[in-house]
């Protein structure tokens, strides 16, 4: 038993050590415009390095040329709101994964990536109580006039509808209760309707009952061919007296037209955003406090979201390399 223990570890021993030999020296490129906090990208590199690779890091970068240059020779990318478009994939010969730190993944051209078989992810849930936590926060502010001398009003009491209700919206609408509000939920895509009985929502049987009904309604869907533009006018004047919108989702699904006529005809509505919109300055000039935009993308930027988020990419892209875990793939 023990000289055939001791062949079995030498056969893995010489797997472990064959293994090394392929991969020691291969390059994960960590490509972010806007950068990990120090300590995160201290452990991402930890965690390449650890299993062999060679971890290349290229920040704050100002033109698409750095980052074309950059993927010539990497096996991986991990980034953060990065582009990885067509042109950056027929830079990359050798990329096998692509890994973004953060739940959406519209910035990655997945039809090209298809194409190549090069495998994206992303790192669900990592980045969801530093987004929850800013809704909440930006309900407040509204609420209280953004904090200008005046009357303003609590959001205890009042209704929360979430619109898509994921990883992020679910703790929306934790918060939401904790605070006081009753909580309402639209989203078909959710396979276990217990889920809602079990967090204490209700969950509504249509997209417009959920705004009819909801003082504040926080949007959580993602950017697709189907939800771009699909919150406008008709949508808003559908809420109560006083309603307000929160997005911490993407611009994309916002119809600027509709919003802005939204908020003309009905002067008591609000709209917050963390994602600026492109009619930004147009709605700040007609509808003052009434509105507001973070002036960059504020949802992950918190330390634990920035370390968890990229920690767990570097987690998944050496998962993917060393074992073909695909868990996370969102590219199937």
């Given at each position: 038993m023990g000289i055939v223990q001791t062949l079995t570890d030498k056969k893995k021993q010489e797997r472990t050590v064959e293994f090394t030999s392929l991969i020691m020296g291969k390059k994960i490129l960590i490509a972010t415009e806007k950068p990990f906090a120090k300590v995160a990208l201290d452990g991402i590199v930890n965690i390449l390095e650890s299993a062999g690779f060679e971890a290349v890091a290229l920040e704050k970068y100002t033109d698409k040329a750095q980052l074309l240059g950059a993927v010539a020779d990497v096996e991986g990318i991990i980034i953060r709101s990065d582009k990885i478009t067509a042109e950056v994939v027929d830079a990359a010969p050798n990329l096998k994964i692509v890994v973004r730190a953060g739940a959406g993944y519209d910035n990655v051209d997945l039809e090209a990536c298809t194409r190549r078989g090069i495998v994206v992810m992303n790192t669900p849930g990592q980045n969801s109580n530093a987004v929850a936590e800013l809704a909440i926060g930006m309900?407040?502010?509204?609420?209280?006039?953004?904090?200008?001398?005046?009357?303003?009003?609590?959001?205890?009491?009042?209704?929360?509808?979430i619109h898509a209700y994921g990883n992020v919206g679910s703790l929306v609408g934790k918060y939401g209760k904790a605070m006081g509000m009753t909580v309402l939920a639209f989203d078909p895509f959710v396979a276990d309707k217990q889920i809602f009985a079990h967090d204490g929502v209700t969950e509504v049987d249509s997209v417009e009952e959920l705004y009819r009904r909801s003082d504040y309604v926080s949007l959580h869907i993602p950017a697709t061919d189907k939800t771009r533009k699909s919150i406008g006018q008709s949508l808003?004047?559908?809420?109560?007296k006083g309603g307000t919108l929160v997005n911490t989702a993407r611009k994309e699904v916002i119809d600027e037209e509709g919003l802005v006529k939204a908020l003309t005809e009905r002067p008591?509505?609000?709209?917050?955003?963390?994602?600026a919109a492109d009619l930004q300055a147009i709605l700040n000039e007609k509808f003052g406090t009434r509105v507001f935009a973070t002036q960059k993308k504020m949802g992950a930027?918190?330390?634990?979201?920035?370390?968890n988020a990229g920690l767990a990419a570097a987690r998944q892209t050496v998962g993917f390399l060393v074992d073909g875990e695909r868990k996370f793939q969102v590219n199937k």
């Open positions: 309900m407040i502010y509204m609420a209280r006039g953004r904090f200008t001398p005046g009357t303003g009003s609590e959001i205890s009491g009042k209704t929360l509808g808003l004047s559908l809420m109560p008591d509505l609000k709209y917050a955003t963390d994602i930027e918190t330390a634990e979201a920035n370390i």
